[in-house]
Structure formats: C-alpha cells, structure tokens
C-alpha cells in the first residue's frame, strides 16, 4: 500500500540533506571536494527520512493550496486540538487542556526562547549525554551552563545514573533539566519506573524540566510510549514538545507542539514569541493527526525491518562493533571504538572512503566518542549499499 522502497532526488531542492552536508558536517563550503560525485553519496546523517510523506498531508496541503490566499495565520479554531488531542490519548493515554498549547516552529527555536525564559543569568542546564548537541546549544546561546550526567552504558544498552543525576540536580544553580524522552542518541525508550525515578529527583529540587518527545511516535512496533506528562500530571513546572515532523517526515513545514502547563511561563511566552504559523504547516499537521495513523503503522514496520537487517550485516561484517536495536527513533547508535581511536574524525573518514554521509559521535556533547549515529529511515536497497560501503571501509583501513 506505501512504497516506501521508492528512491526520490532530492538533489536541487535546496534539501540540507543533500544540498547543505558540507556545511552542516564538515563547516566546509561548496569548494570541498571528495573522490565521490554529490550523486554518489549515500546519505545516512541527517534525522529525516528519505521517504515520501504521507499522500493524506499532502492532500491537506493542496486542499489548503485551494484557498488560494496565504495570509498571516495561527490556529484559532478548535479543530486542531481537538485532533492533536485525540492522538495523544488515543497512543499515549494522556491529555492535557487547550490552553496549555502554543506553537512553535520547532522544537529547537523553542528550547532556545525556553532557556532563556527559564534561566537566570548565572543558573545551569542539566541533560543526559550522549546528547542531542542542541541541548547544549540552546544554554550556550543563552550564556548559561551546562551539568551533563553521562548515561550507563552496557553492551549499547544505556541507562540513567540516578546516583550521579541526584547529585548534580541537588545544586540550587541547576534549575533545569532537559530530558529527551524517548532518548537520541541511543533510542532508549524510558519505563514507567525510570519516568518515576527522575520525577522524583525533578520535584524534590524543584527544578523547571522541559521533556523533548519529537521522537514519542517512532518506536519499535513492540513499545509503547509514556509522556513524562502522564508521570507527573500536576507539576506546574513541565513543558512538554512533540510534533509531527519526524513522525511523517514534515521537518521543512517547521510546526512543533509546545504545552506549557506554568501560566506565567506560558503568558511570556505568547507575549515575546512571534506567534504566527506557516498556513500550509498547520494544514499539514492536523491532516497527519487526522489521518496519518496507517501510514505510521506501514512504516515502523518497515523500519524495524531495516533495523534487523543493520543488526545482522554488521555482526557478520564488523563483529568487533556493538550495536543494539533502538528502541525508539529511526536511527542507529553503532560503537566503532574496536576500530577507531578516539580522535578520529569519522565523519570524515566515511565521506571520504565509503562515499557514505553519517554523524559521528563527536556531535553529542560527550561520552560519545567511537560512535556513529546512521539515519536508517531510507529505501532498503540504499540501506545495504550504505552498510557494505560503511564496513569495506573499516576492514580496508
């Protein structure tokens, strides 16, 4: 019914995918140059899919193309949450009143105008690391420091070091914590009881906690998603961000969920925050919600296909690296440190002699280092290029 083994060019489409990797990976210009051709790349970096969007968005989007005028809009009826609402309860079990959603266009510009909101000047952010490096570029663009309490890792398996976590959390300087839940880059979905653990370290410091969950809908066909909302139903000091951009590929469209349950944060947010949205985006995301669901359901498991096929080519090809299936997400956290010495640039070294654009574990903030992240959400051909070109690489080194 989805075909989501179609390769499409997105070359000349002014996609970062494949029109802006020397910048964004290497801080290079369009003069660097590699032994591959542009075409040649396969391109396993950057977290969205190479897949079609869903055919119900872009009928909402052409339906709303037929308005024909494209005026400054935000969501003023209630149909959008009503929508929205209704997938939240109907996955995850869990609601929250209208009022508490603003929108924003991404969740990144909004951890940024968090931060700043949150934070005084000489306070301190706290997240887990391995870290989405946005994390930390949200509190350096702020001027304000960052606490990293590194994940347990056993055999690719992480989890949280409640021990340490306390205690950083117990400095009166620390007043917010950035927990991206489920986890990128190791895909961990939390339990229930990891969601109570932290909770309970969150409410006794009385710290503002922001839960990043753009990833909540893409989980192994076996997992189930639990918002750290639902854990903690009255803490006034929780922002909750999801959206639909990687959920069905619509990262361009810019249009994220911000629910905010503090009045006063949320009352300064609507004063300084530009508070208009893309008329097509909004168009596009409440047709995803509406209708998006079988599409979804078609590619996790397309996805957890792609995973196993990733975990068997490299036990049989690189059997010195470690690899555990994510949990969440469509991407693959690989530890090549049986390989590589730390300081080697891997993205550099893939580019160069696989043809094979990825992200390095050097874009995580920390505790990071030997690994690289692969973007798996692409047709399964590209997949098994990407793979037999990554370990040729490594066992001709």
Known sequence: MYDFDEIID??????????????YIFHADETMEFPYKDEEFIRMWIAD???????????????????????????????YYNIFSKWCKDRYDWSFPKQELVMSNGIIPALYELVEYICKEDEKVLFLTPSYAYFKYAADHNDKGIVCSDLINKDGYYTIDFED??????????????????????????TKDELESLSQIIQKNDMWVI?????????????NHIPLGK???????????????????????????IIIRNEALRKLWLK?????????SI???????????PWLEALKEYLDKNFELTKNYLKEHLPKSKFRI??????????????????????????YNAGVLLEGGNMFVQHSDGFIRLNLACPRSVLEEGLKRICEAVNNK
């Open 272 to 280: 300084r925050h530009y508070n208009f949205d893309n008329p097509l």
């Open 326 to 351: 994510s949990e969440a997400t469509y991407l693959a956290w690989v530890d090549l440190n049986e390989y590589f010495t730390p300081e080697e640039d891997l993205p550099m070294f893939f580019a």
């Open 10 to 23: 997105r070359r000349n489409t002014n996609s970062m995918n494949t029109d802006g990797f020397r910048q």
């Open 165 to 190: 976590l306390e205690k950083k959390a117990s400095d009166k300087k620390t007043t917010l914590f950035i927990l991206c839940n489920p986890h990128n880059p190791s895909g961990r979905v939390w």
């Open 49 to 79: 899919m190479e897949f079609a969007a869903p055919d119900v968005v872009i009928e909402g989007i052409q339906k709303r193309l037929d308005k024909r005028i494209f005026g400054y809009s935000q969501i003023f009826d209630k149909e």
């Open 211 to 223: 839960s990043d969950e753009i990833h909540c809908d893409l989980l192994r066909c076996n997992k």
């Open 231 to 257: 854990i903690m139903p009255d803490y006034n000091k929780l922002i909750t961000c999801m959206a639909p951009s990687k959920t069905f590929n619509l990262a361009g469209l810019m249009i994220s969920n």
């Open 283 to 293: 168009a596009a995301a409440q047709a995803a919600y509406e209708k998006g669901a």
